[in-house]
């Protein structure tokens, strides 16, 4: 793609509402635009990234078994009745009357619907276990939307449901997603510590946040820096292997504020690995049993013909925050580098011309359309503009490779540059294997 | 996929509200579930196809330089207001007041939006032309819902919108869209017809409906058999083609109800040629000039510097709806069959087995995960079940593609048979490549 054709409106007067870095980059490289108080368009840039972030959650879900499906934004009153949430939930759902006066919602989470789609489909045990997720869009009415997506009201959502027999099938299915979540966070480039949490009001007594550090969170970390040192690769995914690899992360010291307790710290972690910082919570996982089964009669036959409720978790992960989850780990002194899986584009070319001299543009153009040859997703900035504000734009972009065609490039020996590296030398056919890897 | 593992839940007995064949199958086969009146939620066989679906719509739009975005589905008011659309849009838009009393809405369509995130973007008429297009859930309060996804509330739709300078460019891009919808429509294996048609709520003086024949259609359609016979292949994808396909189709008579007009049907089509039969619109594009830029002050400086509005058009393709429209043209004396591009798996494989001889069965595991390696999207009917029964569960499911294990299959030469055809003896590899063809 060409820069001046790409629909990619650059700011430069930040809004005074903007205070945190990744709200500030996404405004300012026109990744999202605000429509209104919460709630954000996608633009160009922004979505290309959210897409390759919802396709690795994706792959990462199936990979596990996890089924896709997709239910409907705007759901029926009456299912949240049944389960005794419709009253509990509060001002944050969005609640609506149709024009037949039937109280409908735009679903914050979808506990109720998946029962309610599960209790009339599926009638025995031999039908399980079973996991369906979708990725779909979500509300909830926040009283203070801040920090651009990363606390906005429409938001973007990855939601799993597993569905089991008994309590210990059930933790199986909790386990994998478990280390489903690694994994996806992982690919993001991402180091996500699962942490012991609090249920709300999804409710259950078994749950994980998975939380990154960056200085912005608003969550509160107490942890044993050991944590940061499991290595997800070498477990197998086989039910033993991942009840190791769950009790080897929950036997190290991990909280948030919420279950944070001073005395636990200070006697299970010696003073020299305590480790006291922020994060950003970018996944969710619960186990509540029957809690929803039960109220809303979702039953199936056991071996014995008897009547059993299913037992149930649920698994959240937000697609759309960790756009800006993503950005607050990455983003550092002035310059946004994407990790190399979720970038908007593989590499961007950079020409010195002008309107007088574009020698250089041609030169970019023809190694746009050898790139392109080999499936390799490129940029290239065909702007009328200095080289200087050109390198502090794509800065700013953060597309990780650059291949800058100026005085150091001759013939067909071209400048590469890794952001934050020096550049180097190489042939065209070089840069296509780095690009390659 | 095995079949005993895929959420996939057949329903024996049909709702009665279940009148058109679309709505009876998708229904039958597990591909949707009614969460509430006129709203539904996509099962794994359903959401396969609507995402192969939404992927070739995706290609051909970016064919053609559109480029994607996605806006979100809860709009304010306000904008609305700025249009005039408001109040004219009636009870068939969703109205919603937030926790603070802010009146919003469910999008129904985004010309108000687009023109918002446009006019704040782009500023010179260098920057044009441009299309932006996304692919997003829309609501519409339908008074009386039915046919299943063909006429619901929440839908889901690609809408894109194209921005020109002139009327006479903006033409150009209504003729590429008009291409791609075209070629969109022929990938998933559905002749559509494009007529001259109403604008309606979205305004405008020139519009054209892509219309499917079926039966169940809910339009009335006048046409020259003629029309039918356009091989759209032998236009080039340049200005001047484009102008001549767009005038080669609407010099034939062909016209909806709305537009119909006796005398000039019998005036300008011999007898011999006149079809009169039913359609389902599939796909509606208009352009209406500054009809939203002007009441919203969307403006570019034009290359003398002086403020002009710019020239509009918006397209929609019904994606969800495109799922009901291709199983009311394929689906005939109970057998459903899929077009390859877009049939949710590639090919299954039906063993003849009992719980004492489970010879087959191995066998038909065996191919299955031989072509797998191959990236064969294979689906394995492990049910007990006798094959008479499969048979008759597999002419509904639609893949159009069947490996039967049985007496007929000998060692590596296998019953092979496409749907509605007889069966043949082909050796794997011949299996393999007609699947991949």
Known sequence: MYLSQLFIPLIKNLPTEAKIKSHQLMIRTGMI?????????????????????????REEQNHIGAQEMLMPTIQSSEIWKESGRYDDYGDE?????????????????????????????????????????????????????????????????????????????????????????????????????????????????????????????????????????IDINKYKFDDASLTRMRNDFTNIYAATDEK?????????????????????????????????????????????????????????IGVSRLVAAVIEANYNNDVMKWPKTISPFDVVIIPSFTKNNTENLRKAEKVYLELKKQNIDVLLDDVDENMSNKFKKHDLIGVPFQIIIGSKSEGDNLEFKELNSTSEILSLSNIKSKLRI
Chains 1, 2 share one sequence.
């Open 33 to 57: 635009k605000q429509s209104s108080s919460g709630i954000y368009s996608w633009l160009p840039l922004g979505f290309k990234v959210m897409k390759k972030i919802e396709q690795i959650v």
């Open 260 to 316: 944070y307790n001073k005395d636990e710290f200070n006697n299970k972690v010696s003073k020299d690995n305590q480790v006291i910082t922020k994060g950003i919570e970018v996944g969710h996982i619960f186990y509540f049993g029957d809690k929803y089964s039960k109220p809303m009669n979702c039953f199936i036959d056991d071996k014995n013909g008897k009547k059993i409720t299913v037992k149930m978790g649920s698994y959240g």
């Open 93 to 229: 759902m969005l609640r609506i009357k149709d024009r037949q006066g039937r109280e409908m919602l735009y679903g914050p989470t979808n506990e109720e619907l998946i029962t309610d789609v599960f209790r009339s489909s599926v009638k025995s045990y031999k039908s399980l276990p079973q996991i369906l997720y979708h990725i779909q869009w979500k509300f909830r009415d926040e009283i203070r939307p801040r920090f651009g997506v990363m606390r906005c009201k429409e938001f973007y959502m990855k939601d799993a449901y597993s569905f089991d027999i008994s309590d210990e099938d059930a933790k199986k299915s909790y386990n994998k997603m478990f280390y489903s979540y690694l994994k996806t966070f992982s690919r993001i480039g991402l180091k996500a510590i699962p942490m012991s949490a609090a249920t709300g009001p999804i409710g259950g007594d078994l749950s994980h946040e998975f939380i990154i550090l960056a200085d912005t969170g608003e969550s509160k970390i107490f942890a044993d820096k050991k944590i940061f040192d």
